[in-house]
């Protein structure tokens, strides 16, 4: 019983936390800007120990920190591309060296590492950076070509098919997703997640509309849900199938009850890119 509230309590403190940034986007988007190099640092730390895990070699605490740096450097210059848009359609020139900055640092640091493998050290660190940085790093793109509430609409469809996966696989799920990756899930789940989400995007339109401007088509935002499914469900399984790699249960134990950042959110980092490419191919079919 204990384990549920504590589970429950960091739950809803992490959606408050994700919610109220989103909510504070327009007026304060350093509340945003925070938060994401908040989850990019931690998710960067944990791919490192995944990665431990499975190399047995242990990355030093200045890749770490430079990896770290390098990530929200990526996330922080397409922010700043993104904020600037609308005023002056240029970015500050210093925001141009954050990623040089980083590459430069990190390939002289490795020359002064002589027992380390330079192969599986660089394979880390940018593998960190295109898993966990990257993915953040699009939220604001998605929120520059709709809006930020679209963003949020984003995390409700996610939330909403682990929902629905949860509670119909629980009860319905006898015929596995992708058992050697991932035990329990099922196709029932997949079906149960997609109908919740399916409902969310109805409710969005039919009586969320005020709320969430932006298209108003409801084949848009079902197709939206459907993408994001998708993107959940195979986010999914990539990470488990990461931390079935390296033998190990969750990510990390920063969230009590729920283990590391990136068992929260590894649907995201699936998510972000395909819902992108899903708003440019639409726009585009305009």
């Not at 908040?38 to 030093?60: D, K, Y």
């Not at 119909?168 to 991932?182: A, D, F, P, Q, Y």
């Not at 390296?246 to 998510?271: F, T």
Request: charged fraction near 10%.
């Amino acid at each position: 019983m204990k384990n549920v509230i504590v589970r429950s309590l960091s739950g809803l403190l992490y959606v408050a936390l994700i919610v109220a940034a989103i909510l504070l986007w327009p007026r304060w988007p350093i509340a945003m800007l925070a938060l994401m190099t908040l989850f990019t640092a931690l998710g960067i730390e944990e791919v490192h120990n995944i990665c431990r895990s499975t190399m047995g070699e242990r990355q030093p605490l200045l890749l770490t920190l430079l990896d770290v740096m390098g990530g929200v450097a990526l996330l922080a210059t397409i922010y700043l591309a993104c904020a600037n848009r609308g005023v002056h359609h240029t970015m500050p020139l210093w925001s141009w060296t954050l990623l040089p900055a980083y590459v430069v640092a990190r390939m002289v640091t490795q020359l002064y590492l002589p027992r380390l493998n330079a192969v599986t050290s660089f394979a880390r660190s940018f593998m960190s950076i295109i898993y966990v940085a990257f993915p953040f790093s699009l939220l604001p793109v998605i929120a520059s070509l709709g809006n930020t509430r679209l963003v949020l609409a984003l995390f409700i469809f996610i939330w909403l098919n682990d929902t629905g996966a949860f509670v119909v696989g629980s009860l319905l799920g006898k015929h596995r997703l992708w058992e050697r990756i991932s035990p329990k899930k099922s196709w029932e789940g997949v079906v149960g997640g997609l109908l919740f989400v399916l409902l969310g995007a109805w409710l969005i339109v039919r009586v969320f509309g005020d709320y969430f401007p932006g298209p108003t088509v409801l084949w848009w935002w079902m197709a939206l849900g459907a993408v994001v499914v998708v993107g959940a469900t195979l986010g999914d399984l990539f990470e488990s199938l990461l931390k079935r790699t390296a033998g190990v249960k969750d990510s990390g134990n920063i969230i009590p009850g729920h283990g590391g950042i990136l068992d929260r959110v590894d649907s995201l980092l699936l998510v972000s890119p395909l819902v992108l490419l899903f708003m440019i191919l639409t726009i585009i079919a305009r």
